[in-house]
């Protein structure tokens, strides 16, 4: 099983510039396709973008495409959320999660493993 730990969520100003690292422990880290989720107050959680197990293949929400960047590590147990040209409605809680699968889904039920969750804030 592998256990994730999301860092480096913040407060930015609108137009900036912020990685969020999702850290995994276990051996089996390349054996999940991984995604990121966020969750504003009041409202339900939402793909965000997804990568591949081994992360030739990814996707991303229509309202991130262009400013956010996916990527992971193997070698590091470790996922990054690029997210550039930040705005106010990006503020959230981002969530990383895992599915022993090959590619992931923007389906939130296809994933069994989550993390704690950082938070993120754009002022505008």
């Known amino acids: 099983q592998v256990q994730l730990v999301e860092s480096g969520g913040g407060l930015v100003q609108a137009g900036g510039s912020l990685r969020l690292s999702c850290a995994a422990s276990g051996r089996t880290f390349s054996s999940y396709a991984l995604g990121w989720f966020r969750q504003p107050t009041g409202k339900e959680r939402e793909f965000v973008a997804r990568i591949s197990r081994t992360g030739i293949s990814t996707s991303y929400a229509d309202s991130v495409k262009g400013r956010f960047t996916i990527s992971r590590d193997n070698a590091k147990n470790t996922m990054y959320l690029q997210m550039d040209s930040l705005k106010p409605e990006d503020t959230a809680v981002y969530y990383c999660?895992?599915?022993?699968?090959?590619?992931?889904?923007?389906?939130?039920?296809?994933?069994?493993?989550w993390g704690q969750g950082t938070q993120v804030t754009v002022s505008s």
């Open positions: 999660a895992a599915a022993a699968v090959n590619y992931g889904s923007t389906d939130n039920r296809m994933y069994d493993r």
